[in-house]
């Protein structure tokens, strides 16, 4: 019998949590590398990153790549309730902590639909599977957001490889990402076959 996603969200944190910085570093500069070498992101005019906690993937490669590459960036900022909006970033100084404690944009320029197209979404998780299911925090911020955004974007999720499982439980309002990347290998879920009906 499969875990559940508390307990899979749980497991996952606490092994993320206790990480050495060393690992932490080095895995993430991995990860980015393969990023910066791999063409959606290459090839995107915009990108949208998170601002990374409790030991997950850094991204602070990415960010100065993409403004010096002269992309448009945006990152989330939480609004009403638990809702993300993706708003442009001009600089890092442009980031303070919001209100978790997490670096948000302290501006207000909210991401148009032009932009969404050929956009390229960082998304962050705790636990993955190879089909591109996600399982974030449980507040659904995430899963909101990229209903929302533009069939044209693409998601992808940064991961260490230990968060990587077979199968995850899902609803059906779970957003898939459509690739992964891990300090190992760059997961192309759209070539796995999708789950039937059956399955939660």
Known sequence: ?????????????????????????????????????????????????????????????????????????????????????????????????????ILEPVGTEVITEQDQQGLVVFVPGLVFDLEGERLGRGKGGYDRLLARLAEGATFISLAYEFQIIEELPTEKWDQKVHHIITERRTIDCGNFTPRSDGVS
Do not use: C
Request: hydrophobic residues 40%; charged residues 30%.
């Open 1 to 101: 019998m499969r875990d559940n996603k508390q307990t899979l969200r749980a497991r996952a944190l606490i092994k993320r949590e206790s990480l050495p910085v060393s690992d932490v570093r080095a895995w993430s500069h991995l990860i980015q590398e393969r990023v910066l070498n791999f063409s959606p992101y290459v090839l995107a005019p915009a990108v949208a990153l998170y601002s990374p906690i409790e030991n997950e993937v850094a991204t602070e490669e990415i960010r100065d790549h993409s403004l010096s590459a002269g992309k448009k960036l945006f990152y989330p900022k939480v609004g009403k309730g638990e809702d993300l909006f993706l708003i442009r970033v001009r600089s890092a100084e442009e980031l303070k902590p919001g209100r978790y404690g």
